[in-house]
T-cell receptor, first 113, second 111 residues
Framework: EPEVTQTPSHQVTQMGQEVILRCVPI?????FYWYRQILGQKVEFLVS????????KSEIFDDQFSVERPDGSNFTLKIRSTKLEDSAMYFC???????????FGPGTRLTVL | QKEVEQNSGPLSVPEGAIASLNCTYS??????FFWYRQYSGKSPELIMS????GDKEDGRFTAQLNKASQYVSLLIRDSQPSDSATYLC???????????FGGGTRLMVKP
C-alpha cells in the first residue's frame, strides 16, 4: 500500500541553523501539508500546498519557514534560522483521489539545542 | 478561531467493553470529519472519516456525526489492549484547506 515517507526520522540542530525536512508524498496525490506537534500538545497545521503554490498557511508559518516541491516527488519544509521553540515532531501529509483524506508520514523529530 | 475539543482522559475501559470517545467543534462550515489514532511517538493513523449526519460503521468502529449539535463521536466495540492509544478528532473545512485537530483522548484498555 502506498505511503508517505519522511527523512530524516530525527534531526538535531543548533539554534540559528537552517534545517530541511523532506517528504515523499503518495504518488498520485495532489495536495500536500505540513503539520507539527510539540511534545504533549495538539497537532497544529502549518501549511498546505497545491499546484506548486501555497494555498493556506497558519500564523506559525512565518518568514522563517518555506516549502518547496523541487522535483515533482519530494516536498520539503525549510526552517531558515531555527529557534528552541521549533523543537517538535513535523508531519507531512498528502491527499488525493479518490477521497479527501489526508495520510500522514511517520514524522521527523526536530530537536533544537 | 476554529476549535475542536476533546476530553483528554484517560478513558479506561476493560477489555471487551465499548469505548465511547467524543468531540465537539466550533466551525459550522466544517464539512469533513476524521478520527485518527496516535500511538506514543508515532504519527496519526486514519481510522475513519464521516461526512453526513448519522452513523458510519467499519468493523469494530462506528463514527457518529450530528452537525446541528456540532458533535462527532467514535465508538469502539469489543475493545482490545492494542486499542490503547490517543484518539484524535480532526475537522476539515474546505475554505481553510486544513485539518484542525482536537487535543486527543487517551484510551486505556485493561486486560
Amino acid at each position: 500500500e502506498p505511503e508517505v515517507t519522511q527523512t530524516p526520522s530525527h534531526q538535531v540542530t543548533q539554534m540559528g541553523q537552517e534545517v530541511i525536512l523532506r517528504c515523499v508524498p503518495i504518488s498520485n496525490h495532489l495536495y500536500f501539508y505540513w503539520y507539527r506537534q510539540i511534545l504533549g500538545q495538539k497537532v497544529e497545521f502549518l501549511v498546505s500546498f497545491y499546484n506548486n503554490e501555497i494555498s493556506e498557511k497558519s500564523e506559525i508559518f512565518d518568514d522563517q519557514f518555506s516549502v518547496e516541491r523541487p522535483d515533482g516527488s519530494n516536498f520539503t519544509l525549510k526552517i531558515r534560522s531555527t529557534k528552541l521553540e521549533d523543537s517538535a515532531m513535523y508531519f507531512c501529509a498528502s491527499e488525493g483521489p479518490p477521497t479527501d483524506t489526508q495520510y500522514f508520514g511517520p514524522g521527523t523529530r526536530l530537536t533544537v539545542l | 478561531q476554529k476549535e475542536v475539543e476533546q476530553n483528554s482522559g484517560p478513558l479506561s475501559v476493560p477489555e471487551g467493553a465499548i469505548a465511547s470517545l467524543n468531540c465537539t467543534y466550533s466551525d459550522r462550515g466544517s464539512q469533513s470529519f476524521f478520527w485518527y489514532r496516535q500511538y506514543s511517538g508515532k504519527s496519526p493513523e486514519l481510522i475513519m472519516s464521516i461526512y453526513s449526519n448519522g452513523d458510519k460503521e467499519d468493523g469494530r468502529f462506528t463514527a457518529q456525526l450530528n452537525k446541528a449539535s456540532q458533535y462527532v463521536s467514535l465508538l469502539i466495540r469489543d475493545s482490545q489492549p492494542s486499542d490503547s492509544a490517543t484518539y484524535l478528532c480532526a475537522v476539515f473545512n474546505n475554505a481553510g484547506n486544513m485539518l484542525t485537530f482536537g487535543g486527543g483522548t487517551r484510551l486505556m484498555v485493561k486486560p
